[in-house]
Every structure is written in C-alpha cells, then in structure tokens.
C-alpha cells in the first residue's frame, strides 16, 4: 500500500533530497516549509511521480501547526512517516556574548516546533497502531562545541525528546528513531552566519563533508527496515570527521 510522508522543512537541504527520494521510491508526500515559490516548484516536480501536498506554515505557531495539520485533505491525513526536520542552527557566539532573539529562534523551532508538530500528528498513528518518526538530531546532540551552546542545547533535547518518545510509545506500534548528522553542506551555514556566504563556505572547505543526499539515503533505509526493526538511534559523520572539533581538513 502506498504510504504517506509529512515532511518538515522539505524547502531545502536534507529536507528536499529526502522529499525526492521519497517521490522516487513512490511515497506520497506532505511537505512543510515558509518558502512558497520552493513549496510550489516541488509540487510541481515531485507530483509528476507522486500524490503531493504542501502546506506553508512557521512552526513555531503552534496554531498554525494545529491549522496546517487539521486542514490535510483525507487522502493526505493518515500519515505513515514524520520527518522532523525542520530546523536551523542561528548565530555562533559564546553565551556572555550570544543573542537573545537566536536563542529563542533555535529553542522556538528546533525543540518546540519539533513538538507541536509532532503533537498534532501522533494521535492518528497511535490510533492506527502504526506510523514512524524520525527525528533528525545532530552530533551537535552528542556533544557540545565552543559556541556551539544553545544550538547543541536545542539538539540535546530532540536527543531526550526521541528517547522518550520511544518509551512513551513502546506498546503503541508507533516507531520513533533518530538520526544525528555530522557536518552536512546545505544552507544551514547561511542561516547560521545570517547571509555571510564566504563564512558559510568556509565550513565546508578542506574536507569532503556530508551531501544532503547521503542523509536522505540513510533515512530511506531507516524507513524501509521491516516492521520488527527500529533504528533507534543513527550518528553519521564525513570520514574526514571524527568529532564537532576534529576534522581533518587539508
Ligand atoms: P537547511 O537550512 O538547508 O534547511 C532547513 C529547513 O528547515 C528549510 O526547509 C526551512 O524551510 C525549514 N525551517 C527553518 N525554520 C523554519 C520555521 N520556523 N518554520 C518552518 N520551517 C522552517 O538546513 P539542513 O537541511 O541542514 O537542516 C535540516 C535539519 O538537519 C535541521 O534540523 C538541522 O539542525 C539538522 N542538521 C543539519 C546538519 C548540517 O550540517 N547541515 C547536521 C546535523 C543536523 P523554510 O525556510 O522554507 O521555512
Ligand atoms: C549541524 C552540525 O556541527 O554544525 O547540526 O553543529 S554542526
């Protein structure tokens, strides 16, 4: 049977690829963003193979959530596969120097967005006695980096968040696992550094990092394990990465 994919931030880096992957192996799609022309372009493109949705909200409101997930056409609104991904790392600065406004940005989104998004899609899963949740966490959740703080903060808790869902859920039928990237070149060093390109390239250069691609593959494979198997908890790092602070850069 033809399953169905909700997507948060499904506009750009392992977002997207994991949306084109999806489309490719026929998984129906739900696709959550801010950037309409982006929601749109892939509508079009992805919906040559697949049954696509999007919905634009900012997952910070959670009654926008409420709104977007309730208003999901009923082909749309029994959803086999939640991809919290939607996030961003804002700002790097020490705490005595770190900005108020990037701290509530990351904890808004990456922590609490994660959470109303998930609230307003758990109770069908669970009424179904079936779905699965991946949770995309970072090494940034294993580990804390200087200036790294309240970013690592906001993925130390996606870390909890995901243990205890599979706690909360053991019994239900609901699957729930994570997967926690390493350096991965998508626009998250722009968002990071507000626009600084040349900052944002920096991070990647040196080294053969991650590709947006890579992530999606493994979270296919995570999503295609036969029922009895949960990954419960995937870290993945360049080869040329050993830790936050240890990469091999030439
Ligand atoms: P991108 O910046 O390329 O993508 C981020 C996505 O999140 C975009 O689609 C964006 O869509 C969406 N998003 C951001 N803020 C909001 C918001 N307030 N409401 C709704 N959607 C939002 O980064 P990545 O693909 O790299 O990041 C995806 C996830 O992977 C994040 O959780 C990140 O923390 C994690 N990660 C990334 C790593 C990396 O090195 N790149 C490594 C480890 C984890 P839009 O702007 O259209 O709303
Ligand atoms: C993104 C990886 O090392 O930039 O979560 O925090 S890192």
């Known amino acids: 049977m033809t399953k169905t994919a909700f997507i948060t931030g499904a506009t750009s880096g392992i977002g997207k690829s994991t949306a084109i992957l999806f489309a490719q192996n ?57 991809i919290n991904n939607a996030g961003n790392a804002h700002g790097m600065d020490t705490i005595q120097e770190g900005s ?9 989104i990456n ?14 899963m669970i009424a179904r006695k079936s779905g699965h949740i991946i ?9 804390v980096y200087p200036k790294g703080n309240v970013y690592c903060a906001s993925k130390h808790a996606v870390d909890a968040i995901n243990q205890g869902m599979r706690i909360d859920f053991n019994g239900t039928g609901v699957r729930v696992g994570a997967v926690n990237p390493g350096l ?16 944002a390239d920096k991070v990647y250069k040196g080294f053969q990092p991650l590709k947006p691609e890579d992530i999606a593959d ?25 830790s936050s602070t240890i990469v091999d850069k030439n």
């Open 135 to 143: 949770n995309i966490g970072s090494t940034a959740g294993k580990e």
């Open 218 to 242: 493994i979270i296919h494979f995570v999503v295609t394990r036969p029922y009895h198997v949960n990954i419960a908890d995937l870290v993945v790092m360049p080869t040329a990465q050993a």
């Open 100 to 108: 108020i406004d990037d701290w509530d940005a990351m904890l808004d």
């Open 111 to 124: 922590v609490k967005g994660l959470l109303y998004v998930s609230k307003a899609v758990i109770p069908q």
């Open 26 to 82: 026929g998984i129906d799609l739900v696709l959550c963003g801010r950037r309409q022309d982006r929601l749109d372009d892939l509508k079009e493109e992805l919906g040559k193979e697949v049954q696509v949705h999007t919905l634009n909200f900012d997952i910070r409101n959670k009654d926008s959530v409420r709104e977007a997930v309730d208003s999901l056409p009923k082909e749309f609104a029994e959803i086999d596969i939640l």
């Open 184 to 199: 991965v070149e998508t626009e998250f060093s722009n968002v990071r550094f507000k626009g600084d390109e040349d900052r």
